[in-house]
């Protein structure tokens, strides 16, 4: 899958990818992406979100 890199190398750019795809479909700026797709998406972010929260915390 595309995101196995940035899991573990850069989460921060995973989030960041997906939040902004999930902001492109909302302000309709294309066209509007089927509800599993953007359901997907929503789990990336929240998925990515994790790991930081992990990675921070041990910091």
């Known amino acids: 899958m ?3 890199p ?3 190398k850069n ?7 997906a939040e902004r795809l999930l902001e492109v ?3 309709s700026l294309c066209q509007s992406a089927n ?3 953007l359901e997907k998406i929503q789990a990336i972010a929240l ?3 994790g790991i930081i929260e992990n990675l921070e915390f041990r910091i």
């Open 25 to 27: 479909n909302q302000r």
């Open 11 to 17: 989460p921060w750019a995973l989030r960041d990818m």
């Open 35 to 37: 509800q599993k797709m």
């Open 47 to 49: 998925e990515a979100e």
């Open 2 to 4: 595309v995101t196995q």
């Open 6 to 8: 940035f899991d573990s």
